[in-house]
């Protein structure tokens, strides 16, 4: 069974930093494009960031510049580095990822999420 558990979420004044974690665990053959939703109270999920199994990455409008994704192919992990915090970037953030398991087929695989709170 495939998981995703996200991490490094929390409270942050506005300019600061985070760095979020999504380690994906299980019996893994592949992982593909992973990507990091978020969803604030009344929101629809948005897409933020995304990065290819081979390293491109693609970002939204209102975060480039600020946020940067990156993989561990090694550790199964893919971190969000976010920088330079808005009180807008408030959300619970997923992470969200396409595996190939060793013994089941293909599909998307969805963490618990981890807040982010930007306030003064």
């Known amino acids: 069974q495939v998981q995703l558990v996200e991490s490094g979420g929390g409270l942050v004044q506005p300019g600061g930093s985070l760095r979020l974690s999504c380690v994906a665990s299980?019996?893994?053959?592949?992982?593909?494009?992973t990507k990091w939703y978020r969803q604030a109270p009344g929101n629809q999920r948005e897409l933020v960031a995304q990065?290819?199994?081979?390293?491109?990455?693609d970002y939204a409008d209102s975060v480039k510049g600020r946020f940067t994704i990156s993989r561990d192919n090694a550790k199964n992990t893919v971190y969000l580095q976010m920088n330079n915090l808005k009180p807008e970037d408030t959300a619970v953030y997923y992470c969200?990822?396409?595996?190939?398991?060793?013994?089941?087929?293909?599909?998307?695989?969805w963490g618990q999420g981890t807040q982010v709170t930007v306030s003064s």
């Open positions: 969200n990822a396409f595996v190939r398991p060793y013994d089941d087929s293909s599909r998307d695989y």
């Open positions: 299980g019996s893994i053959r592949s992982i593909y494009t």
């Open positions: 990065i290819s199994s081979g390293g491109t990455t």
